[in-house]
């Protein structure tokens, strides 16, 4: 069965600083991988995906992310984070050959000024 | 282009009370799910549908009943509302295909006293 895993429930960063929020996935066969962004009283919002191809994804406000297929890890980065880059990430994993797609718990990012 | 909305924004419920939930969706997409979010759990799938007419049960559907008679449309009912279903209830949309991200309603908070 596909799962998906967010180590932290919260991540904290200064302003300026790299961030990293960690997700790993279990998925037979090749993975869809996601990561949504949302914000307080809000629905969430796509910022990336991954399909095929090359590693390194970019996304909407200058996040990225890795996928790594011998560490099943997909997580998130950004190279300077802001503090409204503050919210709650969710990390998802489409269900190979079928129609659901599985979020993890979410991970809360604060960014200090 | 409204993208997908939901109504109402937020609903108290007395135990037993019923009530639907209306999700529409302005992008002709043909997959449609609803979802629950409770604090630390994530997104977890209430029902899910892949056309107009056809519906399927998720991950957590005890309690919880859908209709897709317009592809545009996903409604999802409470027959009998419990203290439990109090939560933040999600629609989403994707297309059938291609890389099939989800866009997502701005939510409705519910109560069930």
Redesign the interface.
Same mark, same amino acid.
């Given at each position: 069965a596909q799962s998906v895993a967010q180590p932290e429930?919260q991540v904290n960063v200064a302003e300026g600083n790299p961030l990293t929020v960690k997700c790993t996935y279990s998925v037979s066969g090749n993975p869809?991988l996601?990561w949504?962004v949302q914000y307080p009283?809000? @629905?969430?919002? $796509?910022l990336l995906?991954y399909?095929t191809g090359d590693n390194l994804v970019k996304g909407s406000y200058g996040f990225e992310a890795e996928f790594n297929k011998s560490q099943t890890s997909f997580h998130l980065k950004k190279p300077s984070a802001l503090v409204s880059d503050s919210a709650l990430y969710?990390c998802a994993v489409?269900e190979t050959g079928g129609?659901?797609?599985i $979020? @993890?718990? @979410?991970t809360r990012l604060f960014v200090k000024a | 282009n409204a993208g997908v909305t939901q109504t109402p924004k937020f609903r108290v419920l007395k135990t037993g009370q019923s009530m639907t939930l209306l999700c529409a969706q302005d992008m002709n997409h043909e997959y449609m799910y609803w979802y629950r979010q409770d604090p630390g759990m994530g997104l977890r799938l209430i029902h899910y549908s892949v056309g107009e007419g056809t519906t399927a049960k998720g991950e957590v559907p005890d309690g919880y009943n859908v209709s897709r008679l317009k592809k545009q449309n996903f409604l999802l009912g409470l027959e009998s509302a419990a203290p439990s279903q109090t939560s933040v209830y999600f629609c989403a949309s994707s297309l059938a295909s291609g890389t099939y991200e989800q866009y997502f309603g701005p939510g409705t908070r519910l109560t069930v006293t």
């Open positions: 429930d869809y996601f949504y009283n809000r @629905g969430l919002q $796509f995906k399909i969710f489409r129609f659901k797609t $979020f @993890g718990a @979410g | -």
